[in-house]
């Protein structure tokens, strides 16, 4: 007797994404169970890239991840985090994932159609994760919001930088400062 069931699982849905034409260009992921597609932007790019390179000073290649699903706790929370720094020694889930109890700095830039979930649900699921740095990048307001200390599903500290400040993150798992002074707006 075959089991079949009509609960979503981020696996299932995912599957059903990975069968669609999505178009290239686009970063798809899973918030709260509702699916979100949205384009790349030049500006995202440029600030993304522009942090790896410098996180390559803390992180070697094969702890860094760009657009990588990762499961995070809360409801169906499938995300594909602009960069996540990971621990030494992590391992992963099924598929090749890492896993969220190993990553320890996650950078979200904004997009203008997502903004509210790189600022509400993502961050509270970072949280709750424990990551211990969650950096939002918002290239419409220019500036940057460091989340720190993560303790019973919220973070206790918060620093706004104004793009052109360095983020001092010398105290935390990513054990350097990025500079923001070439970070372009929107």
Not at 7 to 26: H, K, N, Q, V
Not at 61 to 81: M, Q, W
Not at 167 to 176: E, I
Request: hydrophobic content about 35%; proline content about 7%.
């Amino acid at each position: 007797m075959v089991d079949v069931s009509n609960e979503l699982t981020l696996d299932s849905m995912f599957d059903w994404l990975e069968r669609l034409p999505a178009p290239e260009g686009y970063k798809v992921e899973i918030v709260e169970g509702t699916i979100y597609m949205v384009p790349q932007r030049d500006t995202h790019w440029d600030i993304t890239m522009d942090l790896i390179e410098q996180l390559r000073a803390s992180y070697p290649r094969k702890r860094l991840t760009s657009d990588v699903r990762i499961d995070f706790p809360g409801p169906l929370n499938g995300f594909a985090c602009d960069i996540a720094g990971l621990a030494d020694g992590t391992g992963h889930e099924g598929e090749g994932r890492p896993r969220a109890q190993d990553v320890e700095f996650v950078t979200e830039v904004v997009s203008r159609g997502t903004a509210a979930n790189d600022y509400g649900p993502k961050k509270a699921a970072y949280a709750a994760a424990e990551v211990p740095v969650y950096l939002i990048v918002d290239p419409y307001t220019a500036k940057c919001h460091v989340h720190t200390l993560p303790k019973d599903g919220a973070y206790h500290v918060e620093t706004t930088l104004d793009f052109g400040v360095d983020v001092d993150l010398t105290g935390t798992p990513a054990g350097l400062k990025l500079a923001t002074g070439e970070f372009p707006r929107d």
